[in-house]
């Protein structure tokens, strides 16, 4: 059984970095694009970035493009969400996410597209 499980949010101040972490387990990881989406109070949830098995493609929404990176450490089974210049539009819950077939050479977006998803972890931003 797949899981995943997220890590590293909390309350930060307007300005500041956080590094989530979301560690995978239960099939080959590396095979698979992971994604990061996060859902806002009364918001629907919102692609953040992906990144494919190989690593070599990371894509973000004009929202953190240029503030937020996504990295993976395939040894470790873990996808990164490193976010700077934290904002008070970026308070959600942010999820990970899990890509539904294996090997595809392309991010997606789509959350449809996501097979399995981590319980989420809080961010809050204040000024």
């Known amino acids: 059984q797949v899981q995943l499980v997220e890590s590293g949010g909390g309350l930060v101040q307007a300005g500041d970095s956080l590094r989530l972490s979301c560690a995978a387990s239960g099939r080959t990881f590396s095979r698979y694009t992971m994604g990061w989406f996060r859902q806002a109070p009364g918001k629907e949830r919102e692609f953040v970035a992906a990144i494919t098995w190989r690593g070599e493609f990371a894509y973000a929404t004009d929202s953190v493009k240029g503030r937020f990176t996504i990295s993976r450490d395939n040894a470790k089974n873990t996808v990164y969400l490193q976010m700077n210049s934290l904002q008070p539009e970026d308070t959600a819950v942010y999820y990970c996410?899990?890509?539904?077939?294996?090997?595809?050479?392309?991010?997606?977006?789509?959350?449809?597209?996501?097979?399995?998803w981590g319980q989420g972890t809080q961010l809050t931003v204040s000024l």
């Open positions: 996410a899990a890509d539904r077939v294996p090997w595809r050479a392309v991010v997606v977006s789509n959350p449809a597209q996501y097979e399995y």
